[in-house]
């Protein structure tokens, strides 16, 4: 598969370009090794069987706190960090985004800002953030929580997967009734 990417170094210099990769883990793990942060990643040509889910949560999630850990690394100051990541995301986490950096610049830390937008956090990773401010840890705090949720995402796709092959079996003992009941029967 083809990918689409826009990386941004520590020192704030930006590059484009294209990469082929087996999936988009691995060509997420491809730009890493180039120590920068992956703000576009976007496939442009896949097989007809194997499509990606883009809107699951999960990868939103892991993706925003892996980005927002390398700008804190960086040194990149906050409010600028999530502008950036604003940019580059969906539009529902992008009108959510803009309202946390609104609450930021009223005063707020990042877990109080964070801690109202339900639908995007969870309490787990408002909870997670409050302890890494209060202790100073949020870089690594938000790297741990960008393993944890791909690990969910990787998780909640082999489960879809799983569940395939039963939902056919089952549809095909459905087809094979109903032939029975309206055809053999009659007969």
Known sequence: MVYDYEIIFPNGERACGRLVADNQHIAALQLKSKKCCILKLKMISESRLCKTNSSNDFLILALFSYKLAVFWQA?????????IIAENIDKKWQRALLEVIEALKNGSSLASAIEGKTQLFTKFYVAMIAIA???GLVDKVLF???KHYNNLYKLSRQIKKAIIYPSLVLASLAMLLVFFVVILVPV
């Open 133 to 135: 401010e209060q202790v």
């Open 144 to 146: 741990k929580l960008a």
């Open 75 to 83: 040194g990149i100051p906050l409010l600028r960090a999530l502008q």
